[in-house]
T-cell receptor, first 129, second 107 residues
Framework: EVRLAQSGAEVKKPGESLTISCAAS????????IGWWRQTPGKGLEWMGMTYPDDHDSRYNPSFAGQIVLSADKSIATAHLQIYSLKAADTALYFC??????????????WGFGVSDLWGQGTLVTVSS | IVLTQSPGTLSLSPGERITLSCKVS???????LAWYQQKPGRAPILLIHGASNRATGIPDRFTGSGSGTDFTLTINRLEPEDSAVYLC?????????FGQGTKVEIK
């Protein structure tokens, strides 16, 4: 079965860090970009960034750059999202997804990537003192 | 790129037909416009990619169309399980963006 399985819900205090994992199965993990998304009632679904497991290239939404680090471990077909300096506003549902197909990237932007056709089940993160 | 969806909420009966709108703030190739269905607390499910191509396993009651800056999703013969939020999404230029969604309630 083709799937992405995310790690479980987290409760953190402001200022702490966390790592969310996304384990892939049923397809060639190395050759598809993995995207990360944050969903809140106020801002909806926001793209945080994406990583390419084969060469560890990562691209970040400027809105999240500096607070997150994306990585992938090919040996266990798992991608990771690290979030630092958590705030209450980071309370959200986080998703990973697979981009079906790649496009082009410059230093600042990317174009024409494949649609996110496969999604993890989501990880609820609550940040509260 | 900003995607604006309308209407915000629809309440209809089973068997009806609905058309949802997604307006894009700048022209994009229809190749890079998708529609998703999302239920509370669940991951989005891909319905349509490339503006008009149904994803695997999606019934033909779901039809996407449009080009340039105006795209639509039509759902025929509504069923109770179609109650969800429908999201449009552009994957032409990063940062990839979603519309705010149209909530569909089946009475």
């Amino acid at each position: 079965e083709v799937r992405l399985a995310q790690s479980g819900a987290e409760v953190k205090k402001p200022g702490e860090s966390l790592t969310i994992s996304c384990a892939a199965s049923g397809y060639v993990f190395d050759k598809s970009w993995i995207g990360w998304w944050r969903q809140t009632p106020g801002k909806g679904l926001e793209w945080m960034g994406m990583t390419y497991p084969d060469d560890h290239d990562s691209r970040y939404n400027p809105s999240f750059a500096g607070q997150i680090v994306l990585s992938a471990d090919k040996s266990i077909a798992t991608a990771h999202l690290q979030i630092y300096s958590l705030k209450a506003a980071d309370t959200a549902l986080y998703f990973c997804s697979r981009h079906r197909g790649a496009g082009y990237c410059s230093a600042a932007n990317c174009w024409g990537f494949g649609v996110s056709d496969l999604w993890g089940q989501g990880t609820l993160v609550t940040v509260s003192s | 790129i900003v995607l604006t969806q309308s209407p915000g909420t629809l309440s209809l009966s089973p068997g009806e037909r609905i058309t949802l709108s997604c307006k894009v703030s700048q022209r994009i190739s229809s190749t890079y416009l998708a529609w998703y269905q999302q239920k509370p607390g669940r991951a989005p499910i891909l319905l349509i990619h490339g503006a008009s191509n149904r994803a695997t396993g999606i019934p033909d009651r779901f039809t996407g169309s449009g080009s340039g800056t105006d795209f639509t999703l039509t759902i025929n013969r509504l069923e109770p399980e179609d109650s969800a939020v429908y999201l449009c999404h552009q994957y032409w230029t990063s940062p990839w963006t979603f519309g705010q969604g149209t909530k569909v309630e089946i009475k």
